[in-house]
């Protein structure tokens, strides 16, 4: 750790002869944190040149130093904003009480000194320490946040890409994504209990890349606070990932991004695919979780089941709430039989299941009597796979 630390601040120092030793840190620190789309999505990072606005030395008595610094910074130019950010040319980015060893920054850093800065937000502003503005610093940062561009689009596809990869479609957040049309465009708001309301607009859907949805359209926030450059016809992402959309359509989606391109759909079709790729192996851990914790033989018997769907329906006998399906087991092709699944209960404002009928499908359950109970939905509506199917064989009976 210490050796790639002194790499990189010799790499800093040596390609850039001009830049000062404690610019040097900094910078390096900007550079990892763009590296890491990860964080940068799961934290809500975002960049932005500006001026120091207040330097105020506060006393402190739980501090062991006795001080903490608290620093203001005014933003003039965004170079990367978190998609719900509310950070734009005129804001006051003020980083809070919220670390004793916080030291005042040294010269030339003063009010009204222009600086680089780069903040995440965890229910207060976290700031590195900023780096003096130059051509040459604002050129390097462009540069990495250009990389960033061209690996994940804009700040709304990295938020999505963040979100789909450890994505299952049948999920209870029930994930959506999708390529859709702008149908119509809400009226700005300008506040709401004191706080500004983002804009929002009907999308169509044209195609369903991701997750399980029949309505023809949802609704999405505007890529931007004020709507400005997306109309009534624009092309736009969609993704969608809220219990909302168990309030039946239209589903009410967070992320959407009106950079349509060819590059950004060839992109996101990528990762649908990778992320399809990975379903399989985040089902089968799934199946493992309920089989290490199953100890009670009275819970049911674990199966694995091939086949299709006949019938899917609210039983009797089961009262209100649940959903049984008639399932033809054609795990022996010449020999077919038919097993009832019993699905976890769904209140009635709940979207129907992902059940379509006939089509291929596999279902993991827990055998009592004349029923099998599906631990979740996920898990009772299983693509199709032989290599599947059997891990998931593999895995009963090792615990059996």
């Not at 702008?182 to 506040?191: C, L, Y």
């Not at 004191?194 to 309505?215: D, E, F, I, N, Q």
């Not at 795990?331 to 769904?346: D, K, M, N």
Request: glycine residues 6%.
């Amino acid at each position: 750790m210490r050796r790639s630390f002194l790499f990189v601040l010799l790499v800093a120092l040596c390609c850039a002869p001009f830049l000062r030793a404690e610019d040097a840190w900094p910078l390096s620190r900007f550079h990892d944190r763009l590296q890491d789309s990860d964080r940068l999505a799961q934290h809500r990072g975002f960049v932005f040149v500006g001026e120091i606005s207040r330097m105020e030395a506060i006393r402190r008595p739980r501090c062991n130093s006795g001080i903490e610094n608290k620093l203001a910074y005014r933003a003039s130019l965004v170079l990367w904003r978190d998609p719900n950010s509310v950070v734009k040319p005129g804001y006051v980015v003020e980083k809070g009480f919220v670390d004793c060893a916080q030291k005042r920054l040294p010269p030339p850093f003063d009010v009204g000194v222009k600086v680089i800065v780069y903040c995440e937000i965890d229910q207060v502003y976290e700031c590195l320490t900023p780096v003096s503005f130059s051509d040459d610093h604002l050129r390097k940062v462009q540069s990495w946040i250009d990389e960033l561009q061209r690996a994940e689009g804009d700040p709304v596809l990295l938020q999505i890409h963040h979100r789909l990869h450890d994505s299952l479609e049948l999920a209870p957040s029930r994930p959506l994504l999708l390529f859709g049309q702008v149908s119509a465009v809400d009226q700005p708001q300008k506040f709401h209990i004191g706080m500004p309301m983002r804009p929002g607009m009907r999308v169509t859907v044209s195609r369903l890349l991701w997750g399980y949805y029949k309505a023809p359209e949802v609704r999405a926030v505007c890529p931007n606070w004020d709507c400005s450059g997306v109309a009534a016809g624009a092309k736009v992402i969609v993704y969608c990932e809220s219990l909302s959309v168990y309030c039946g359509p239209p589903a009410q989606c967070r992320f959407a991004s009106a950079a349509f391109t060819d590059e950004n759909v060839h992109r996101v079709e990528g990762w649908v695919a990778e992320a399809r790729a990975r379903q399989p192996a985040l089902i089968l851990a799934k199946v493992r979780h309920y089989l290490e914790s199953w100890h009670n033989h009275s819970e049911g018997q674990p199966a694995i089941y091939r086949g299709y769907v006949e019938w899917a329906g609210q039983p009797e006998w089961e009262g209100r709430g649940y959903v049984a399906a008639r399932f033809v087991d054609m795990t022996i092709p010449h020999s077919p039989s038919t097993v009832t699944l019993s699905f976890g209960y769904y209140p009635r404002y709940l979207p129907p299941l992902a059940l379509e009928l006939r089509k291929p499908m596999m279902t993991f359950c827990y055998q009592k009597n004349e029923l099998c109970h599906v631990p979740e939905e996920v898990l009772g509506i299983i693509e199709d796979s032989d290599e599947t199917f059997r891990a998931i064989q593999k895995l009963i009976a090792a615990e059996r």
